[in-house]
């Protein structure tokens, strides 16, 4: 009973970093409709910013924001001078994003080599806690990161909801047209958008290498996972991804922990059959 619990706290934590990693790609690829395949190396690179900082500061949280504005800034002039000139043409934007990843992938091999970094954290963060139920210890940063995961969660949910920045974006999603017919500028509001959806990124790189490690190839595996987690929960839906991120972290860890053989295949069975019987995602809104 104990092993399965701690198989589950296992879940919440990597359900915290899938989440983190694909906030913001479902506000980009969600909302804005923009394909962007190169998020996952701007988490990578905001990783290594991140880890950058934190060896010259010795400081973990401005770590965390130099590797938020570091990929925000790279795709605030992403969106500026590439993508937002095909706009609507995802078949453009597909391509385009992924000859950057290539491009941005191996310019980080050779600027920080092929080898694994770790993140130092914070003397509070080193070590852990004991769970009172189950009577044995666990990591703090890994509780730390799911409470990170919950307040951006929820701010990334005001901020949409309850703010008139969100209500713009929300309007020029729907009818960007008419949001210009009412004088906003969309260019300046998609910019906005996605070097927010990138510092999101940047931000789960650095907590990624905190709480993991980084290395070339993490690009990948969290933009596979953010696509997933992105489809299984719906495109443009914070809750869709939170609760795709559940479903995942906790099929991805009960599938290595039970079935070590097959623990991938749980997380594409979960897809396949959202996919079949509920094709906008489990909170996701159909297309009119």
């Known amino acids: 009973m104990k092993f399965f619990f701690i198989v589950f ?11 983190i990693a694909a906030c913001g ?16 190396v701007l988490l990578l690179f905001g990783a290594y910013v991140g880890y950058e900082f934190v060896e010259l500061t010795g400081q973990w949280s401005l770590g965390i924001l130099a590797g938020g504005i570091g990929a925000a800034v790279v795709g605030a002039i992403l969106q500026t001078t ?57 990591s703090s940063v890994r509780l730390t990161l799911m409470i990170i995961a919950v307040v951006i969660g929820v701010l990334l949910w005001l901020l949409i909801a309850k703010t008139k920045l ?24 998609f910019i906005i958008v996605f070097a927010i959806g990138s510092m999101l990124a940047g931000m789960a790189g650095v ?3 905190s709480a993991l490690s980084v290395a070339p190839g993490t690009d990948f595996q969290f933009l596979l996972s953010s696509l997933v987690v992105v489809i299984v929960g719906g495109m443009g839906s914070v809750g869709g991804a939170a609760l795709g991120a559940l479903l995942i972290g906790l099929a991805e860890q009960y599938g290595l922990a039970y079935a070590p053989t097959y623990g991938v295949v749980f ?18 809104k159909a297309e009119k």
């Open 267 to 284: 997380t594409f069975v979960i897809m396949v059959a959202v996919l079949a019987f509920r094709p906008q995602g489990i909170l996701g």
């Open 82 to 138: 590439i993508l937002g000139r095909y706009q609507g043409d995802e078949l453009r934007q597909t391509l385009i994003t992924i000859a950057i990843s290539i491009i941005m992938a191996d310019l980080m091999l050779w600027g920080w080599g092929g080898l694994t970094y770790q993140i130092a954290l914070p003397e509070m963060l080193q070590g852990g806690v004991r769970l009172p139920l189950l009577n044995v210890g666990y």
């Open 207 to 209: 907590i990624s290498g």
């Open 25 to 40: 790609f479902t506000l980009i690829f969600g909302l804005m409709r923009t394909v962007n395949m190169a998020h996952g």
């Open 166 to 189: 969100g209500i713009i974006i929300r309007a020029g999603v729907d009818d960007r047209t008419m949001l210009e017919a009412l004088g906003f500028d969309t260019k300046k509001i």
């Open 9 to 19: 706290f296992n879940g919440l934590t990597l359900a915290a970093l899938y989440f």
